[in-house]
């Protein structure tokens, strides 16, 4: 069954035909040209989802639904709605950009690295529309096995197979919990139903009303499940070993791409919501702690990237205060944020790919004086750290702008433990800012590096256009998502 045309489907389905078509061309270095007219199609079926999507309608849209294991219930399901749809062309030119800033970098089984990253945009755009716990799962546990070898083969680091394997072991076990937590649901819900079939289809599990009980135990193991990933401190070690070890393209992925704060909002709290109100407290506590931790560890770092991955863990300390705020601006600034962490911090880890390609190193020490021979990256990449500050007039002020407000309705201490951060994170993103630019350039690898190239600096205006404009007129992102949350917050009673 098919609600219209199956773009959906076209839009990811699509990928594995180009990662095979990767495979078996004869010319491995046609790999990334192939990863790249493929992306452009995902990105032209995502806009064009964008544009017919009806921004009225508060339910799930474009929906395909077709039996998969009809013994248990399960069915490919999928569909979005308007706190899902911004993700995909989002998700798109995040790869897009990943695809560019591995150009010229990848020279060891490019065939391999190409398609591992079509697969690895496949997974992850199923994450954005599946529409059954169980496909959810599927596509939330594909995407380790791309990550492990991006990883494991393209990484930077010496530890950079023990930094794939903590990451993989680690998601691994926040998969487990997650699991159990959708099992513990489909049981749940078959109960609720009078004792007929399991339940995994998500839009009638958000009918159903689950004792509570059963809430507190699937809103905490979706918590680990999801928080793993997010990531929540203390589960969040693997993050800065990933930005340091992996391939700084890729971990711009990992960055860019919350997928676990996705998960919190699209299932842990709108499946639990009594639990969820009740354990408002410690999704607070969560954020306050990511917020704080993660802007003390980053303004102590000398590594841009292991920098940016803890400003990535402070940030996110935003997002889940403003799920926890449980109203409408703080939703709506949540999913604002995510976005922005999508183009302003994945921008920032594809800028530190260039600068690692070019000059072999993004410790501080090693960069003194960049700005003067790449200007357009130093002025790209002080733009997108903006952006992440929230500076007025950038795609990250409307978000924080809307999360404080609702923290400070709902938990007034959260909100000003998240100004301190937000303190802290300007001075250590302008302290680092300054000393990797500016001042004198002493090695010859800086004073020899190239600017941006033609392709990477039309992608770095694209990216800095959408943080202007996004910042000046957030109003058609709020009126596309607003129907679907305020049908969020009604689930919450």
């Known amino acids: 069954m098919t609600d219209g045309l199956p773009l959906l489907s076209l839009l990811f389905l699509t990928l594995p035909a180009g990662a095979l078509l990767a495979w078996v061309w004869p010319r491995p270095e046609a790999a990334r040209v192939i990863a790249l007219a493929f992306a452009l199609l995902d990105l032209v079926i995502a806009l064009a989802v964008v544009a017919v999507f009806d921004p009225a309608r508060p339910d799930f849209q474009f929906v395909e639904r077709q039996a998969w294991i009809p013994s248990l219930n399960i069915h490919y399901a999928v569909g979005v709605d308007g706190l899902s749809v911004l993700f995909l062309p989002a998700a798109v030119l995040l790869f897009i950009g990943v695809i560019l800033a591995s150009w010229n970098s990848v020279h060891t089984l490019p065939r391999l690295y190409y398609s591992l990253l079509m697969l690895l945009e496949t997974a992850t755009l199923g994450v954005f529309l599946a529409l059954d716990t169980m496909l959810f799962f599927l596509f939330w546990e594909l995407t380790l096995v791309p990550l492990y070898f991006l ?222 021979t790449m200007p357009w990256l130093a002025s790209f990449f002080l733009l997108y750290g903006l952006a992440g500050m929230g500076l007025p007039g950038t795609s990250g002020f409307p978000a924080e702008l809307l999360i404080l407000l609702s923290t400070f309705e709902r938990h007034a201490g959260a909100g000003l433990a998240a100004l301190v951060g937000m303190v802290v994170g300007a001075a250590y993103f302008l302290n680092l800012y300054r ?45 596309l998502m607003r129907p679907a949350a305020e049908a969020w917050l009604a689930r919450l009673g």
């Open 151 to 372: 990883v494991s083969l393209w990484g930077v680091g010496a530890n950079r197979r023990h930094a794939a394997t903590k990451y993989t072991l680690v998601m691994l076990t926040g998969g487990v919990a997650l699991l159990f937590g959708i099992l513990l649901l489909a049981f749940g819900a078959a109960d609720a139903t009078g004792g007929g079939p399991l339940v995994f289809d998500l839009p009638t599990l958000l009918t159903l009303t689950l004792p509570t009980g059963t809430q507190y135990a699937v809103f905490l193991l979706l918590l680990v499940g999801f928080g793993v990933k997010v990531p929540l401190f203390p589960l969040h070690t693997w993050l800065p070993l990933i930005a340091i070890e992996g391939p700084a393209s890729v971990a711009a992925l990992l960055t860019g791409m919350k997928l676990g704060a996705y998960g919190l909002i699209r299932y842990a709290v709108p499946l639990a919501p009594t639990a969820a109100q009740e354990l408002h407290w410690l999704l607070a506590a969560l954020g306050v702690v990511a917020i704080l931790y993660g802007a003390a560890a980053a303004l102590a770092q000398t590594n841009l990237r292991r920098m940016l991955a803890y400003a990535s863990l402070s940030h996110v300390g935003l997002v889940v205060l403003g799920i926890a705020s449980f109203n409408l601006q703080g939703l709506q600034g949540a999913v604002l944020q995510l976005l922005n962490f999508t183009i302003a911090a994945g921008g920032l880890f594809l800028l530190a790919a260039h600068l690692h390609h070019r000059t072999g190193s993004t410790d501080i020490a090693n960069l003194g004086g960049a700005a003067r």
């Open 435 to 479: 000393r990797a630019f500016f001042g004198p350039a002493t090695r010859p690898e800086v004073l020899q590096a190239e600017d941006l190239r033609p392709r990477e600096l039309w992608l770095a205006l694209a990216f800095a256009l959408l943080i202007i404009a996004f910042g000046l007129w957030p109003a058609p992102l709020l009126d």
